[in-house]
């Protein structure tokens, strides 16, 4: 879907993923702050996803993680204009780990968009839901939703919901009984 960002995850110890991420970085002579991204399947083998150069939504996963990036990024500019040094990366083991989160809101998207493209059928589908809602189940952090704020969240998923049902309408097509007229 092309939305860059994933539905679940769990936060895991960078390990050898600290030393890939500074060798990426000189080689772009990328300097700042910025979220990486790499797919570890559990069998191992990372895989990298992205370097996102922006501090937008995922910035709250590094934040709830205890990594506050926006300070971090107005140290390292005050640094970098007035001189001084840069602040101290945090040490990998600082941040919380096992951390799963999940963005609901991809995961209707997706299902939504699996079916329109005809990629599921309907035992597919079930599948799909169940693993969302066990997904959202475990999660300890969800990227849309905050019982504590839960308005913002169901304004959200209620016009996802009416968008994706309006435009979805076309794509099934049900047999239904025409009405006899009175």
Known sequence: MGQGMALKAEVVAPS???????????????????????????????????????????CAIAYSLGCNLPLLTLQTHHAARFGGRSPEWFAPATYRQGIRYHWLAGDIRGLFHEIQEKHLQLLGAVKWIGATLRSFARARYHL???????????HLHFTMWRHLVKNFAGVISLPLRKRKAP
């Open 16 to 58: 050898s993923l600290l030393e890939t991420v500074e060798k990426l970085a000189a080689a772009v002579q990328y300097t700042g702050l910025g979220l990486v991204q790499f797919m570890v399947p559990p069998n191992g083998g990372a895989r990298f996803l992205e370097l996102n150069t922006r501090l937008d939504g995922s």
């Open 144 to 154: 849309t939703f905050d019982l504590s704020d839960p308005a913002p969240a169901l």
